[in-house]
Each structure stands twice: as C-alpha cells, then as structure tokens.
C-alpha cells in the first residue's frame, strides 16, 4: 500500500476530513487538536523540516555549543530573554527537538564553525551544557548574509531600526544595494530609507533605545529629520543618560527621547520667537523699502518694490566684500 499522506499533510490533520467523521471520532479528533497534538504538530513540523534539509543533500549532525562561534553579522540590537527561557524551559522538558541550525566551516579556523542562523537555539543549548543539532555548509560571506538575513526576517520579525542598523553595516562592510535588499527582503526605496535613518542616528543613541518593536519607519524618520540639527543630536545623547532610562522598555526608551527632542524645539522656537527684533529700512527717495528680522539665530532682510531685484543681486554681489569689510571693523574693536 503507497503512503497516501506527506507529513505537511499530516500536520494540517483535522480540517476538511473531520466533515466525514462519526461523532465520536470528532471529539477525539477535537481533543486531539486542543490538546496532546500540539507537541505532536512541532514534532511532525521539525520531521518535515529535517526531511527536506536530508532531501537537499544535508547531514544533520551535533555539536558541542563551544565549538561553534557568533555570526560575524549582527542583526540583533539585543537578545530576547523571554524568548530564550521559553525555548529553555521546552528543551528541559521535552529534550532538544527543534529544527537544527546552520552553521559554516569557521572562515579563519578550520576546527571551529560559525552560526548562519540559529543563535537561540544554539544560546540555550550551551546553558544547558547539551549538544546542538546542526546543519554544515560552506558557504562564502555574501551567502552566510543572505541566509542569515532572510531566515531571521522570516523567522524573527525584526523591527524597522535592527534591518535599518543592519543594512548600514552590510552597506559599511561593502556590500552591493542588491545584497542588502535580498538579505533584507525590502525594495529599493525602503533600503534608501533604513540607510538613511541608519546614518543620520547616531549609533550609540539607537543601541541604547533597542530594538524597539512597535516603532515604525514613520517615527524613526521623525527622529531622524529633528537630530539633523547637531544640537538637537546632542539633546538626544542626553536623553539616553537620564536616570532610569534603562529600566524602561525598548518602546517606551524610543518615546522618552523623541519626546525630549520635540520638548527641546519648542523651547527653542520659543526662545527665538521671543527675541526677534524687527524694524524697517526706506532709501531716501522712498523708492525702495526693506522689512528687518533679527533673533538669535537668523537675520532676514526682505526687500520690497519695483527696484528690490535689481538691489538685491546688486548686494548679493558685494557680499564678500561686505564680510571683509565687517570682520575689518570687527577687528579694531577688539584691538
């Protein structure tokens, strides 16, 4: 008798065929599905998993965790605890069942492996002082990037600032738009995007704000454009030095210092509104007149009638030899 099911069919047990069930070997099914199964359903999922990485030719092995070194890729503004005491608390109970990871010959040494993806699994296995299933092969940099990336972006859900910080060190190390796209799994103006958040943003400000999950590109380019301005840069160095900005939650650390970078614009436009000067300047034979602003940071003359165009560009070519003139004037008064 040929085997009728594959094991991805298996796994979706319980869906039509339960129509053609008699009522008692539906709630057996339903239990089945509610409860004891759900171990069964990982079982099987991690059973296909092996299955295909066996029909590509792959060997699962194990390894000692000590063995195996970090991806020379960083992905990750930081590690999620809760994520890996779960796994941890899964392995402990169930054995360490899951899908293996990937890793490659150590590029520099030859008795060492390096991690493509799988950095959790691998994490908990070495606390618990267990082997690690894995899958070796060797792979040149750009294709350890692209796995990595595609894998974590699928797997992980990272957020916009980790691909963002991402994509700026692949761009730093060298690598093609195309390969940061494909690692990444983003179009072109979304790469242009990141890179430029990635690059106005100082780095010690993002890694002290974290991954911040529920923080969308929108926000990020808000924060962008405000520490354009290098002061407003440094009042966000600031911010992240306040007391208790650690103990605070990656999303609400992103809030603090985007609420500290408006707080400060407003006191500063509020600050110049407050000491603009104006005045007003007419030529003798009222054939041109000019409104005056001055505050502390601008001055704006603005000329007005038929003339100003003509006396504009008149002045606009005097411009350095006015500015001579005035650090002239400036210089004997300090003498």
Do not use: C
């Not at 070495?126 to 294709?143: F, N, P, Q």
């Amino acid at each position: 008798m040929s085997r009728k099911h594959s094991l991805s069919e298996l796994v979706s047990i319980g869906s039509d065929s339960d129509k053609q069930l008699d009522p008692n070997t539906k709630s057996r099914a339903d239990y089945v599905r509610r409860g004891a199964s759900k171990a069964m359903k990982r079982s099987l999922v991690d059973i296909a998993e092996d299955a295909k990485l066996v029909a590509a030719g792959d060997m699962i092995v194990e390894l000692e965790p000590d063995k195996i070194d970090e991806s020379f890729f960083v992905d990750r503004l930081d590690t999620n605890r809760e994520d890996d005491a779960a796994l941890e608390q899964a392995i402990a109970r169930d054995g360490y069942n899951s899908t293996p990871i990937l890793v490659r010959p150590h590029p520099k040494d030859h008795e060492r492996y390096m991690i493509v993806f799988g950095h959790r699994r691998w994490r908990v296995a070495k606390h618990l002082g267990i082997k690690v299933r894995a899958v070796i092969k060797s792979i040149e940099d750009i294709g350890h990037i692209i796995a990595q990336g595609q894998e974590n972006t699928a797997r992980s859900n990272l957020s916009f600032i980790e691909k963002a910080m991402a994509a700026a060190k692949l761009e730093s190390m060298g690598q093609s738009r195309e390969t940061i796209k494909s690692a990444l799994s983003v179009d072109d103006a979304l790469a242009s995007r990141m890179l430029s958040v990635a690059n106005t943003i100082d780095p010690e400000v993002v890694f002290a704000i974290g991954p911040a999950k529920r923080i969308g590109r929108d926000r990020w380019d808000e924060m962008k454009r405000l520490v354009a301005n290098p002061k407003m840069a440094k009042e966000a160095k600031t911010a992240i030095g306040a007391p208790g900005f650690d103990e605070m939650d990656s999303n609400d650390r992103f809030e603090f210092v985007l609420k500290s970078l408006k707080d400060t614009g407003r006191t500063a436009k509020s600050r110049n509104k407050a000491t603009v000067q104006k005045s007003q300047w007419r030529a003798r034979d009222e054939s041109l007149f000019a409104d005056i602003r001055r505050s502390n940071s601008g001055f704006q003359l603005k000329l007005k009638s038929d003339a100003a165009g003509e006396f504009g560009q008149f002045l606009a070519q005097k411009l350095d030899e006015l500015f001579e003139e005035y650090q002239a004037e400036k210089g004997r008064g300090d003498d």
